[in-house]
């Protein structure tokens, strides 16, 4: 009898296992893509001088970059499942600086329709840079690979302005 006092319960065992499946469960499942999401910025100041800028999330970073007036740049990137999804980035304009979120999961709820139009038509959030501030709307597209005959495509929202510089 007192060889087997010493020897851990089956309970003791079994519940140690659950513990170690569950954490490397949820650890793999944390890594699992959830999505491929967009943003656009797009450069509205009508000077010669770039607007410089550099975007990061916790899993990337463009570097620093310039964007030209009238142009118009797509960036995509993967989310994570049991990841917050946040892009930030930071702007220069001759002697003005800015930093905000171009992309927050919250920012995507503004843009979501019904369920079923959800599936059928997706959504970027488009920045517009201007020479007073920042703004920004959603524009909708079809997504035909997950509907045959999608609804037709809602006109994007209007620019709403968000920030200053």
């Given amino acids: 009898m ?21 954490i490397y469960t949820i650890d793999h499942m944390a890594r699992l893509v959830d999505g491929k999401k967009h943003f656009y910025l797009k450069n509205e100041i009508w000077r010669k001088t770039p607007v410089i800028y550099r975007c ?21 990137f993967e989310t994570y499942f049991l990841e917050p999804a946040l892009y930030f980035c930071h ?23 019904d369920r079923f139009r959800d599936r059928c038509i997706n959504h970027h959030i488009e920045w517009v840079i201007r020479e007073d501030g920042f ?6 597209f079809r997504n035909d690979e997950y509907c045959s005959k999608p609804p037709p495509t809602p006109e994007p929202t209007p620019l709403r302005k968000w920030y200053n510089w």
Avoid at 135 to 140: D, G, L
């Fill in 2 to 22: 007192g060889y087997y006092h010493h020897l851990p319960s089956f309970n003791y065992i079994f519940i140690r296992i659950l513990i170690i499946t569950t």
């Fill in 56 to 76: 990061q999330s916790g899993r990337s970073d463009t570097g620093v970059n310039e964007l030209k007036s009238g142009q118009t740049l797509d960036y995509s």
């Fill in 91 to 113: 702007f220069y304009f001759e002697r003005k600086d800015r930093v905000l979120d171009v992309y927050a999961v919250d920012m995507e709820d503004g843009c979501s329709l």
């Fill in 135 to 140: 703004y920004s709307h959603c524009v909708y």
